[in-house]
């Protein structure tokens, strides 16, 4: 198995609090992604990072930030959380020529 | 953006039997890669199949780069191939790949 793990798996949390969300690979993988899977949807890219400190939007970025210092973590960030970022997010890791598509666990994340 | 388009999203079979997932994509892809999500969530890699075919047990992916299609063939079905098939395309935007999935297709396999 690729290693890569979230942390943490669970989360409740409460409407309008900061929420920070950890993928960690020991891959050495320059891509590294951040999905939201919610039911009807599939999976939904929410922000990208093609290298340290380099990063992009996805479809659905809204109210998320993220950030990556070093190659093996990228964290993702719901500055004021909202029920409606209740969902399971999936972080996801690959190479430039598309060579990996390795996903975490996922963490399901409950905002009440 | 690209779309990619899963069919059919619901698919309900009898153990033993085979069945035909397809993807169609709209637009020219640098990769593309079929995932099953179990019933526990996990995302398991299947196939990385820019194109052509590929095979791996009772599991075969073709791939048709300049129809803008993907197939996923199940032959033999089990219990344990229960779950969601989802194929993922990478496309080249801004310099760089990303990896846009389609809906997926519910897969429920009853003994």
Redesign the interface.
Known sequence: DAGITQSPRHKVTETGTPVTLRCHQTENHRYMYWYRQDPGHGLRLIHYSYGVKDTDKGEVSDGYSVSRSKTEDFLLTLESATSSQTSVYFCAISEPTGTGGFFGQGTRLTVV | ?IQVEQSPPDLILQEGANSTLRCNFSDSV??L?W?HQNPW???I?LF?I?SGTKQNGRLSATTVATERYSLLYISSSQTTDSGVY?C?V?MFS?G?????????TRLAVHP
């Open positions: 953006g640098n990769n890669q995932f969530g996990q995302l890699n990385y820019p989802f993922a990478y801004g760089y790949n990303k990896l846009i999935f389609g809906a997926g």
